[in-house]
């Protein structure tokens, strides 16, 4: 049955849109029992492979239509599916008519691969897709199929970018079906907003939808619930009119690892209305100057892996010792700490060109789990401030936090939820835990054809870049060209710098070149290419190989550290070999990298003490995928301490009455 979730009328009191309710223990218990069964079910595409022979039957029948005809059919099939959305034939029929239309406009009907994907994200699962499969195509099949039912859809990027490009690709498709799409990036004015929300289809960046979301929060936490009742009762909509969306009914969420977990681990937060003063930004200075004379182990600890940092009882005794005389802002032995350790966060955990850039006397926060600059966020709590003094920029002044929300608690609202990406077979019971999700693997429309071309671990990080550049040059000379992946800015400069001196032609790409991004990947496949790309060219961008390059191993990715996510290092990998085509990857990493240098420093020191080796190699291999897996767990903790929290905030807001 097709069973779309049904348009849900405006309450006169809230937004459409799910209660997700704060669970007991019987029934936290119950659902990891049954997520135990559902999972394993939903790992196998096989449960949506009998929908396939009456879609593509269908789709047969279609295809023998003139234009005259099937636009007459698609009026006619959309009133049946509004008022019949439960016959049998609807969900087959909906997706048929969807993938005739694609291939009508731009000669692309989907493959059967895709279709299993449509299937598992309309049903309310992560599809995961290997890369290169062409989940763009494929999320058309249940975004157009919920919005020709009268369900508003909203498809989720990870960035204003791919949000555009896809809204742009896809725009014909949804045409042909009588369907309005809408696109919101952060370049698109408030006013045009409410605008592009209210058409069938609309594709936006994860944050801005989150954010808009929470701005109409702000407007309707104003309200008297009972005062917008009566107003509509007397047909008056003035409050409706100023809210931006329309609810949250179906989403499909692009990259869901990405959107759903990883930028998951702190929650968003709008501010406003903030006023700064010169003994303000005095005080912030005296915090960076009484830090600077800190020393880390007798003063304080750092954990880099759980970015965390304790100060020791000598430590307290300094900071206090030394902030004495400072006049009343640091009056209060609290303050006095969290000033003097705020600092010291700022100085050992922050790093330029790692996790923030300088750019025109501005520091640009790195999204960690994109490599891409976000200029209009900033850190709470007096730390960008402090960062902005430590780089020597002007300071901008600290707002007022007047709403905050995590990804957890927003995606659970949502009356449906699918999604697709590359990577998430890893985190699945996450998934299911925190949103209900189960993963269905989906088996890639050719083989593939990816070959491991083995791994290096060197002792220092130069002799890292001179093996590097040593392989980038023998794959230069017969044309192959080579992705090479960097953790970090200061990473893909370090080893483009390398490369210019062994005068090897080059193109980099970073969170200094964002806007050349989707130009810079789309020409990493062709003959003689060499990119250089922080971990943001893993997602979204197709690569496309050029001719003649088949014939010499295809696209060779290497990657010169592991990040601790495995997730991110699949997807580098997963750039190479997509859809049948030939490709290679390769390790060549040090023991200086920071996943050791940050996490088990006395282990790697140990490690350099052997030769080069198999086994040096296979010891230090072992210890980075320990580290990874030890931050994954620190990541999903996290995850689910703020998911706790946001349930306590629930249970507040339930108790006064209200709800978010």
Known sequence: ?????????????????????????????????????????????????????????????????????????????????VAHADAPDALTGAFALVREAAGRVLGMHHFESQILGGLAIYHGTIAEMRTGEGKTLTATLPAAAAALAGVPVHVLTVNDYLAQRDAELMTPVYHLLGLTVGCVVRQTPAPDRRAQYARDVVYCANKE???????????????DPLQLHAQRLKGRRFMDDSLMMRGLH??????????????????????GGGHGNIQEEAVLAQALQIARSLKEGADYTVEKLARRLDLTRDGEWRIMDLSENLGPAWTGRMRRLELG??????????????????????????????????PDRNWEQGLHQLIELKEGVPITHPNETLSRLSFQRFFRHYHHLGGMTGTAGEV????????????????????????????????????????????????HSRAQPVLIGTRTVGASEALSAVLTRARLPHQVLNARQDKDEADIVARAGELHAIT???????RGTDIKLGKGVEE??????????????????????????????????EIIVS??????????????????????????????????????????????????????????????LAFAGRYA
């Open 1 to 81: 049955m097709f069973s779309p979730p049904r348009r849900m009328a405006r309450s006169p009191i809230e937004r459409p849109q799910r209660r997700p309710q704060r669970d007991g223990l019987l029934h936290r218990t119950a659902h990891a029992l049954h997520g135990m069964v559902a999972r394993p079910l939903a790992l196998t595409p096989a449960r949506y492979r009998r929908f396939l022979p009456a879609i593509l039957e269908e789709g047969a029948r279609l295809e023998r239509l003139s234009d005259a005809e099937f636009s007459a059919h698609v009026r006619a099939f959309r009133e049946k599916l």
């Open 591 to 652: 023991l200086e990298d920071q996943i050791l240098s940050n996490n088990a420093p006395r282990a790697a020191r140990l490690l350099m003490g052997l030769d080069e080796s198999d086994l040096r190699t296979a010891l230090a291999l072992r210890l980075m995928r320990l580290q990874q897996w030890r931050a994954g767990r620190h990541f999903a903790a996290r995850r689910f301490e703020l998911l706790q929290s946001d349930e306590q905030d629930l249970d507040t």
């Open 250 to 271: 179906f989403a499909i969420v692009d990259e869901a690892d990405s959107v759903l977990l990883d930028e998951a681990r702190t929650p968003l937060v709008v501010s």
């Open 532 to 538: 250089i790309a922080t971990n943001m060219a893993g």
């Open 552 to 585: 010499r191993g295809g696209l060779r990715v290497i990657l010169t550290e592991l990040h601790e996510s495995e997730r991110l290092d699949r997807q580098l990998i997963g750039r190479a070999a997509r859809q049948g085509d030939r490709g290679e990857y």
């Open 428 to 475: 699945a019971g996450e998934m299911w835990s925190t949103y209900d999700l189960p993963v269905t693997r989906i088996p890639t429309h050719r083989p593939a054809r990816l070959e491991d071309r083995g791994a290096q671990v060197l002792r220092t990080i130069e002799d890292k870049w001179s093996r590097v550049a040593e392989r980038v040059s023998a794959l």
């Open 209 to 223: 939808l989150v954010f808009d979301y929470m701005r109409d929060g702000l407007l309707l936490s104003g309200a």
């Open 341 to 374: 350790r705020q600092a010291l966060v700022a100085l050992t955990l922050f790093d330029r060109d790692s996790h923030y850039l300088v750019r025109d006397g501005k520091v640009i926060i790195i999204d960690e789990n994109t490599g891409r600059p976000m």
